[in-house]
């Protein structure tokens, strides 16, 4: 290591003599005979010619790797039997000792005020910090960590280390806003991975300030609030005030003036003011549209003010539409097939209204306007939205078209009618016969046989 003490040992080298060892022939003693480089000192190293212990001899102070022409050192070693005389036979090998950095260097700014601009609402690198280190790049002792100190209580700015360069990557990660503030100073300081050594300190140089600026950006204009949500009944008259809109100019020095228009209004029933912003329907709201999801329609609306260049913002509109009583129940399940010889034959039928609570089910059930022979048949409500009417024995094979009422729970109630069409059919165990009603398509005519004809197979 860098900076050890005189006497520090660096290695121990070992030779061998085959000659006997109770003579002198293998008594071994050892030498430096080169040392490369040779500076700062021609002689860096002392080898014990006994024992083969290789230790340093210059001071700490000489023994600076920064200083040095190379951090690496070759040492020629001879050792030589007969203990050392002239007459003793030599064998030479090369130690290789390499001085480790430690962190004696504290890193340094290249100046101490950076300047940087940037403009409000964007994010990102704005500028690059530069230092200075002494130490081994390869190292934690030269590799850098910045810190913000004072200047960033919202904490829109981080800073991280360049791992190539070592320089501090100063970023925006909150957007700025220049109406807020225009200029923002940042205390930075930087220090080393490792620790530095005790008798090493940080001092001002590695510590910076960064001048930022703020440009002032053309803003869009903000809605207030959005989403926008008002309540509405379905089918308010054209012409109707859904309600006036608000937007902001974020840019408050410029005093510009803002337009609005329609960004996306899905079943086009709205216009908006382009001044004021008051919103009125130019169509009938309906609940039941197939442009609103839950209950809700969804409109979006643009304001755009004078800058130049102009710049907008989106606002969205939600409007939550109360139900009306204003479709009526239809029946579903008109068309079923029976035996003429069937027995305590029943056809279920149900009801939909497009419409919600209160204004669809429970629905009232009835026969409409039954005359002659058609009054034996009866209806009968199962629940709130399914009837059945009961069909008379001995039924000739034909079509029955029985008009079944209905009516929803509305306030006030609707009513609509529809023809319940019954085909009246021959049975066998292996035919299916109601050639007397072929309007009716075949494949209805086999399932609904399948499903009530069941008593007379």
């Not at 340093?56 to 102070?61: K, L, Q």
């Not at 530069?130 to 904490?155: M, S």
């Not at 089918?235 to 109707?240: A, C, L, Q, T, Y």
């Amino acid at each position: 290591m860098e900076g050890s003490p005189t006497g520090s040992t660096v290695m121990h080298v070992t030779a061998f003599d085959a000659d006997d060892p109770a003579t002198d022939n293998a008594l071994l003693r050892y030498n430096i005979l080169k040392q490369t480089p040779d500076k700062p000192s021609p002689n860096m190293f002392f080898i014990d010619p006994d024992k083969g212990d290789i230790v340093t001899v210059v001071s700490p102070a000489l023994l600076d790797r920064e200083t040095m022409e190379s951090p690496k050192y070759e040492l020629i070693i001879e050792a030589k039997d007969m203990a050392g005389l002239d007459v003793g036979l030599t064998g030479t090998a090369t130690a290789t000792i390499i001085v480790d950095d430690k962190n004696d260097h504290a890193p340094e700014f290249t100046k101490k005020e950076f300047q940087a601009t940037v403009k409000e609402g964007s994010t990102g690198v704005i500028v690059n910090l530069t230092v200075e280190d002494q130490d081994d790049p390869a190292t934690g002792a030269w590799r850098a960590v910045y810190t913000i100190i004072n200047g960033n209580p919202a904490q829109s700015f981080e800073i991280h280390t360049n791992p190539e360069n070592n320089e501090g990557m100063l970023s925006v990660v909150k957007p700025l806003d220049y109406e807020i503030s225009a200029f923002h100073t940042l205390l930075i300081k930087v220090e080393n991975e490792d620790p530095l050594v005790p008798d090493i300190s940080y001092d001002t140089s590695s510590t910076a300030t960064v001048q930022i600026t703020v440009l002032d950006v053309n803003e869009g204009p903000v809605f207030h609030p959005n989403p926008m949500a008002v309540t509405k009944q379905e089918n308010i008259p054209i012409g109707s005030v859904v309600l006036t809109v608000n937007a902001t100019d974020p840019d408050t020095l410029q005093h510009q003036t803002i337009r609005y228009s329609i960004a996306k209004d899905p079943a086009d029933w709205l216009e908006i003011n382009p001044t004021n912003g008051t919103v009125r329907t130019t169509g009938t709201l309906d609940r039941e549209s197939p442009f609103v999801f839950n209950n809700v329609y969804t409109a979006y609306f643009r304001a755009t003010d004078n800058g130049n260049p102009p710049a907008t913002g989106t606002g969205t509109l939600q409007i939550t539409l109360e139900d009306v009583n204003d479709n009526a129940p239809t029946l579903y399940q008109t068309v079923s097939s029976v035996c003429e010889d069937a027995r305590d034959v029943k056809v279920i039928f149900g009801a939909l209204d497009k419409d919600i609570y209160p204004n669809t089910d429970p629905f009232k059930f009835e026969l409409s306007k039954q005359s002659g022979q058609d009054k034996v048949w009866k209806i009968t409500r199962i629940n709130n939205t399914h009837a059945q009417v009961t069909l008379p024995q001995n039924l000739k094979k034909a079509n029955y078209n029985i008009p079944i009422w209905v009516q929803d729970s509305g306030k006030p109630p609707l009513t609509s009618t529809t023809d319940l069409k019954i085909q009246v059919c021959s049975c066998t165990k292996y035919r299916f016969d109601c050639s007397a009603s072929s309007t009716l398509h075949a494949s209805l005519v086999l399932i609904f046989a399948i499903l009530i004809c069941l008593n007379c197979l």
